[in-house]
Structures are given as C-alpha cells and as structure tokens.
C-alpha cells in the first residue's frame, strides 16, 4: 500500500456483535504476527478495535502501543471471558507500558479483557491508571449466552481512572455510552 495512503487511515475496526450458530465476526483468527505487521504498516491508528481477538496477547499490544503513537483507544478482548486461550495481558505487558510514557501518550481508553482476580494484573493495571490520570481503563468481562433457541452476548464492564474504579456517573463523557451499564 503506498505511503500516502497508509497515513491516512487512521481507524482498524473488527465488529463483534453476534454469536449465533452461523455468524463468522470479531477478529478470532488475527494473530500476535497480524497485529504486528498492522502496527509497524499503519503507525497512525488513533482507534484499534479487535474485540473477540483470541490469538492477540502481549506481543501484539505492546506492538500497537509502542508503534502508534496516536493511538487514543484500544480494544483487545477476548470472544468470552471464559474462552479457552482467551486473550489477557499479562501484569508485564501493562508494566512496559507504564514504563514508557512516551508510547502513545494520548491513550484515552484501553479496553481489555478482564482478569481482576490476578493481584498482579490488578497491580499492574492500577500503576498504569496512575501514571496515566486521563486514561480509562475498561475491564470487560464478556459470555455467550442462550436465548431464545440462539446465542446472545452479554457485557460486563468496569471502569477505572487514576488507578481507581470509577461510579458510571463520574465516568468521562463517551466512554460510558460505549460500554457501560446496559450495553
């Protein structure tokens, strides 16, 4: 892809919103290596996507993170929480970000797959908020359920700032209509 033309794409979105029996979404099949290549291609990615990214773990975040410096929000979740070899960050993962302010300092909302009974992930993940006071961190637990002969999904999300979980009324604007209560 030409230069000129890689600068001005600046939105890598994978949609992930059903389940059923014969559905083929989300980004189950993107790869650690896939999201890489994206990243070093496309440096100017201010929103990545990837929800339902299975395969994509540390490797892949700390590619869009340390290669996209624009980048302003970051999804990498899992199908279901409970999905065999589901996508979670590891506390190392958060821990070279925190380590490196100047990748992506515009981050405004991280959105990552949910592992709030690891203290070291939560350790981690409250340093990070810390360093970074504007950045919501959303902790999305997400499962399949069954409804009505078919499969549904059902989101959980909690928020933090500054290392703290935020009330859905003090959540900044945006952030709670894209994945608060009710979604």
């Given amino acids: 892809m030409p230069r000129p033309v890689r600068e001005k794409i600046w939105r890598f979105d994978f949609k992930f919103i059903d389940v059923s029996y014969d559905v083929k979404n989300g980004a189950r099949d993107v790869t650690d290596e896939a999201v890489i290549r994206l990243a070093k291609g496309l440096t100017g990615l201010r929103t990545v996507l990837l929800p339902s990214a299975n395969r994509v773990n540390d490797k892949g975040f700390l590619a869009l993170v340390s290669h996209c410096t624009d980048l302003r929000l970051l999804e990498l979740t899992a199908a279901s929480t409970g999905s065999f070899g ?30 709030e009974e690891n203290k070291e992930f939560m350790k981690a993940m409250r340093a990070l908020g810390k360093q970074r006071e504007k950045l919501v961190i959303t902790l999305l637990s997400r499962s399949e359920e069954k409804k009505w002969g078919d499969w549904e999904i059902s989101t959980i999300s ?4 500054k290392g703290r979980k ?18």
């Avoid at 070279?96 to 302010?101: I, K, Q, R």
């Avoid at 909690?158 to 700032?161: A, E, L, P, Q, R």
């Avoid at 935020?166 to 994945?179: A, D, F, N, Q, S």
């Fill in 86 to 115: 589901s996508t979670k960050l590891s506390p190392k993962a958060l821990e070279e970000l925190c380590a490196h302010p100047e990748w992506a300092p515009g981050l405004k909302q991280l959105v990552i797959t949910t592992d």
């Fill in 158 to 161: 909690n928020h933090y700032m």
């Fill in 166 to 183: 935020c009330e859905p009324e003090k959540t900044p604007r945006g952030i709670l209509h894209r994945y608060g209560r009710g979604f």
